[in-house]
């Protein structure tokens, strides 16, 4: 979904309190006449977002509440400490709806029926010239009552003026693109048909850059698995090379050892031979 970068109006409640003038407006919410309360009716539920000031339509999300639309239970959002922060601002915000929709039936006499999932709070950075803070973006979502900080990536190059800019909000995130990138409704409708997502210009160049840049990632590894394959053939050579030389070298040794000792013993044995041949016989005495 494609929202352009101007302001809609949420219904708000300004009741009367039935309690006195000091209460908090907790119990009128229960009651269902909250007042400074801007409400966000949903399928299921209603958000009702405090209004500090509703002249400007300032909001403050660090009150907000929920009402169950069957049981009239009135509670506060579920949040997560991840994707909330722990105090926020009070801003004016351009809210855009997330909501499926029946056309109706008029020959079964079946009204058209609109039901609202999500509503994404963008906040407004300012109005005269009218420009949205793309890194304050919430969302209210029905499923769960919950609320929580959206992440935006941005694929518009730096410097694109605000006129130009596109917020696209899909069910697998929101980015920030270009008017002349986006992809046209043929488009749009065709991928929808085909399961695939709608995407624009620039994402398509991001995606090829991103798939050159994981094919140059794995020819590196190819090539340095190849020079890892080489070093370790070569370490094998130069062991097998050294145990040959051992080998070798331990073969030529045992030989020479083996031919030494048997001459020195023969050596040995002929001065025995011959001391024993001249001593014989003498007398010492």
């Not at 409640?13 to 229960?30: E, I, M, R």
């Not at 006449?33 to 009716?41: D, E, N, S």
């Not at 509503?119 to 010239?129: D, M, R």
Request: charged content about 35%; aromatic content about 6%; glycine content about 4%.
């Amino acid at each position: 979904m494609t929202t352009a970068m101007r302001p809609t109006v949420c219904s708000s409640v300004d009741s009367q309190q039935t309690q006195g003038d000091g209460d908090d407006g907790s119990n009128a919410l229960a009651q269902k006449q909250p007042k400074g309360y801007r409400v966000f009716h949903m399928d299921g539920c209603s958000f009702l977002v405090k209004e500090v000031d509703r002249e400007s339509s300032i909001l403050d999300l660090n009150d907000v509440y929920v009402v169950d639309s069957v049981t009239e239970e009135t509670r506060r959002p579920t949040t997560n400490p991840d994707t909330m922060p722990a105090s926020i601002p009070p801003a004016m915000y351009h809210d855009v709806e997330w909501a499926s929709f029946f056309p109706g039936n008029e020959f079964e006499d079946k009204e058209p029926i609109t039901w609202v999932l999500k509503v994404y709070l963008i906040a407004i950075k300012s109005t005269e010239p009218y420009e949205l803070d793309f890194d304050n973006v919430f969302v209210l979502n029905a499923a769960d009552g919950s609320i929580a900080q959206c992440p935006v990536k941005r694929l518009a190059p730096p410097g694109t003026p605000e006129d130009m800019l596109q917020i696209r909000i899909r069910e697998h995130g929101i980015t920030i693109d270009t008017t002349e990138s986006l992809p046209d409704p043929e488009t749009v409708v065709q991928s929808k048909l085909d399961g695939v997502p709608a995407m624009s210009l620039l994402e398509q160049a991001l995606e090829e850059s991103m798939d050159s840049s994981d094919t140059e990632d794995d020819m590196r590894l190819v090539t340095r698995a190849e020079e890892e394959q080489d070093e370790d053939e070569e370490d094998m050579d130069e062991d097998a090379f050294d145990e040959d030389e051992d080998d070798s070298l331990s073969d030529f040794l045992t030989e020479v050892d083996d031919d030494s000792d048997s001459e020195f013993d023969d050596d040995v044995d002929l001065d025995d031979d011959a001391f024993d041949d001249d001593g014989a016989g003498e007398d010492f005495d």
